[in-house]
């Protein structure tokens, strides 16, 4: 027997079958656990790894097949779950954002009471936060709504892996790094190693194939609700894992535009906090914003936006399109179906006589369900029906379908799959090719290297402009630390 079947199992899920309506989201998938090992989990969006944690975590049951923890079948839900010390980070996160990060402690934790709980949660938390974030510089007296994306998401992982009675012997992770920069996700990264080198198991869930690889010990692939590959991750090098996956890896041989400089820029910002750099978008150009996570980049793309559109009253053509990187927050209108999500910023091109045609709605909803597989046998659906990358693919084909000559985009790709984005990099290429202006902030060097220009931000102000070749990590790193000199 080798040693990974004789480790103590943690949870086992056999033969898991859940369907919603017509969509199979999992059909007879198998997943197990072990003490001491990180297990990642891929596949594209809509594969069913979110419907797989949800059974794990016991807030879903089965159609068909069993759930037991400790290797002992019995009583499956949420707190059987929690009793076994399963504990899960969603994708969408669940922190009150009312609440100060204390208060959030004491809900997840309902083991934490008595008097003096809120000094114990606060030193629980912020003890937790320096273990695994060190150097970072969240005030846990501060109410959740006033932090960013990336500091709730740093949050919610903290109050998950900190042990108030019992320490916990799972955790899941669903798209963690998903809204944190690189070295953020490194932190968290090696935190992980440190959790499952002392015993703890760690199901990982991501797109970023580069963390799978390099923390993982073992790695699930899921397509089309079942489990089509469960191997060693020194079985697995990136193509294969695309591949294994469904898809196929593109060679990306763009060609870097030198439009600049000839001609008039179509939007510039000024020189802001003492800094010497403005920033100009030229037409055809992907311009990325680079640098740590909250060093700016989004009060950028939100100055550039008010430039250029009210705030209260939208324009019929917008000049600028606007990605949103917090889709439940400022993306995706929860109670309205995928269809309505999609046209609502063209409204103008698919209304005669100033009514919408439904007809001409329904063809521009086809159209982007093709072009990005928007994964779901109706487009009427409510948005929530749908995986969280496919929300996310909606919210983009929601910015390219306008007639909007620039598109300002803040971290889009979040939780979309490898495929899919593939498939929109060669979008963005053609558009920018056709005349389109897209302003890029990505937490992802893989991305950042595809731009044409990059302003590194740090501090709230530019850094430094990369052009063409210049676009390395190592310039990016450099500039996005004081006193580092891009080459
Ligand atoms: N509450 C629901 N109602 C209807 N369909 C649902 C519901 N939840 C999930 N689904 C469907 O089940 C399938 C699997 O979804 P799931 O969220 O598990 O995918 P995923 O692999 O986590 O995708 P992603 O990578 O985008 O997060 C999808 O087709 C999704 O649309």
């Known amino acids: ?89 969603f994708q969408e996160l669940s922190l009150c954002p009312n609440l100060t990060v204390t208060e959030n402690v004491r809900v997840m934790h309902g083991d934490l009471k008595g008097f003096g709980w809120r000094r114990r949660g606060l030193s629980l938390v912020s003890g937790q936060l320096d273990e695994i974030f060190p150097g970072h510089r969240i005030d846990c007296d501060s109410t959740v709504e006033d932090l ?147 060093h700016g980049q989004t009060e950028a793309l939100l100055d550039l936006y008010l430039s250029a559109n009210s705030n209260w009253w939208p324009a019929r053509e917008p000049k600028m399109a606007f990605v949103a990187g917090d889709r439940a927050l400022n993306g995706t209108f929860s109670l309205w179906s995928i269809r309505r999500n999609l046209s609502i910023s063209s409204l103008k091109a698919l209304s005669s006589r100033s009514m919408v045609d439904p007809a001409l709605e329904d063809g521009l909803s086809d159209t982007w369900k093709k072009r990005i597989e928007i994964r779901t046998p109706d487009m009427h659906n409510p948005i929530l029906s749908l995986s969280g990358g496919n929300q996310q693919k909606v919210l983009f084909a929601r910015a390219l379908a306008t007639t909007a000559r620039i598109v300002l985009m803040d971290d889009p790709m979040r939780g979309v799959d490898v495929g899919t984005k593939q498939e929109v990099y060669e979008i963005l290429r053609a558009e920018a090719a056709a005349g389109r202006t897209f302003i890029w902030y990505s937490t992802e060097m893989d991305e950042i290297r595809l731009c044409d220009r990059v302003y590194v931000f740090r501090d709230g102000a530019i850094a430094a402009e990369l052009v063409g070749d210049q676009i390395t990590e190592a310039n990016v790193l450099a500039a996005s630390f004081a006193g580092g000199e891009a080459a």
């Open 148 to 294: 960013s994306i990336a500091e709730r998401q740093m949050v919610e992982i903290a109050i998950s892996f900190a042990a108030c009675t019992e320490r916990p012997r799972l955790v899941i992770l669903d798209e963690p790094t998903s809204s944190l920069d690189a070295g953020l996700a490194a932190q968290l990264m090696t935190y992980v190693r440190r959790f499952v080198a002392a015993g703890g198991s760690v199901l990982l869930i991501s797109h970023i194939l580069g963390e799978i690889l390099s923390t993982c010990d073992r790695i699930v692939v899921m397509k089309d609700g079942k489990v089509v590959a469960d191997r060693p991750a020194t079985d697995f090098d990136t193509r294969r894992l695309v591949e294994t996956m469904g898809s196929v890896v593109r060679e990306h041989g763009f060609q870097r535009t030198a439009k600049e400089k000839a001609r008039e820029p179509i939007l510039s910002m000024e020189a802001r906090h003492g800094s010497q750099l403005g920033l100009q978008a030229f037409s055809g150009e992907i311009i990325g914003l680079a640098g740590l996570g909250g």
């Open 1 to 89: 027997m080798n040693e990974a079947v004789m480790r103590e199992e943690v949870v086992a899920a056999r033969g898991i079958k859940v369907a919603f309506g017509a969509v199979k989201a999992l059909d007879g998938a198998d997943l197990v656990l072990r003490a001491g090992e990180c297990v990642g989990l891929v596949g594209h969006n809509g594969a069913g790894k979110s419907t797989i944690v949800n059974v794990i975590n016991g807030g879903l049951s089965p159609q068909e097949g069993t759930v037991s923890y400790g290797g002992a079948a019995g009583y499956h839900g949420i707190a059987a779950a929690r009793a076994s010390g399963v504990r899960c980070v």
